[in-house]
């Protein structure tokens, strides 16, 4: 898997300060920032964002992100900045010039595991494999379509 990072650093922003919410949330990533402002980063770690993602108990509305922004053996969403640099995940719309992420399966990789990594399902709060939901509490999918 490789994570790709992008964000523009605003007239109105501290350029440390961007570098450091881009790095509260990919440790390992190595920054760049070209001439223009942009900010580019690649890494190969997850670690801090799982680790985030649960720490908030956000696992179902990450993985509805994750999910939506899935297209061919990629997913992108994008991050507030802000939030970033207070160590907080916040799903952004891009409306403010967000850190916009894009997660890539490699050879071999399925982007929908790695979703599924990132943030699996839960029942109750507590992360469960998918055939435990579906054999739990009597379901059945007539119910479900409703």
Same mark, same amino acid.
Request: aromatic residues 4%; hydrophobic residues 35%; charged residues 40%.
């Given at each position: 898997m490789i994570v790709k990072?992008?964000?523009? /650093? @605003?007239?109105?922003? +501290?350029?440390?300060?961007?570098?450091?919410?881009v790095k509260n949330i990919f440790?390992?990533?190595? /920054?760049?920032? +070209? #001439?223009?402002? /942009?900010v580019t980063g690649e890494t190969k770690s997850l670690k801090k964002l799982k680790e985030l993602i649960r720490?908030?108990?956000?696992?179902?509305a990450a993985r509805m992100i994750l999910e939506k922004g899935i297209s061919g053996?990629?997913?992108r969403f994008v991050l507030n900045k802000q939030a970033a640099y207070?160590?907080?995940?916040?799903?952004?719309r891009d409306v403010h010039g967000?850190? +916009?992420? @894009?997660?890539?399966? #490699?050879?071999?990789?399925?982007?929908?595991? /790695?979703v599924k990594d990132i943030a699996p399902r839960t029942k109750d709060g507590k992360i469960v494999e998918e055939e435990e939901i579906l054999e739990g509490?009597?379901?059945?999918y007539e119910q479900y379509r409703g």
């Open positions: 990072i992008k964000t523009r /650093i @605003k007239p109105t922003e +501290d350029r440390e300060k961007v570098i450091r919410a440790r390992d990533a190595e /920054i760049e920032v +070209d #001439e223009d402002n /942009i720490k908030q108990a956000i696992l179902d053996n990629s997913t207070c160590r907080v995940v916040n799903f952004d967000g850190i +916009d992420v @894009k997660v890539i399966a #490699e050879e071999g990789e399925d982007i929908r595991a /790695i509490d009597n379901f059945s």
